[in-house]
């Protein structure tokens, strides 16, 4: 019986906490003495430790500030891709996949990436305070996502889907930067240009 995608995530990255230290992660010891994996609704997700994730450094943690395994990654000079579990990673990205039937009968998978909105999360998803992509405050970036998000974007879709996706958001902006709103191209509702 092959392994699940959620068993072979939780072994790749149990792999990695295994090489965190005291120095690098703040709750290393409650990790270790009570696991950093807990069930809710019947599905596992990392702990909750003093209302954050297990892996967060409070401000004052002199291993430094925010994920630990986001540390780890760049001390191990590898991509946090590889030692955080898939759902930490991909934010604010969103993979989700469509079945479309046409009217002959046939059906084709559509893979579909976009911007992971509190709605996606479930009913729940409105009650995270932490939860801000739909803000102005977090349309600070100096790059696009296309750029910005990359690699991330890479391992949701692939190389040749990723350099069709460049061409097509590279073409977007020129569009944008020459105000053809004509064409029913509006920049993000948060994006405060």
Known sequence: MPTSPEKKDRKRVAKWVAKLTPDQWQRYEAGHKKGWIEEEDGAEKTRVVKGACIFHNDEE?????GCALHHLA?????SFIETKPEVCWQLPLRRSYDRRKYEDGTEQLVVVLGEYQRRDWGAGGHDFPWYCTANTEAHIGSEPVFV???????????QPAYDELARLCRARELLLQQKRFDLGLTPHPADPR
């Open 61 to 65: 943690f002199p291993g430094g500030y």
């Open 148 to 158: 910005s998000n990359r690699d991330e974007i890479v391992e949701l879709i692939g």
């Open 74 to 78: 760049t001390a191990e000079g590898v």
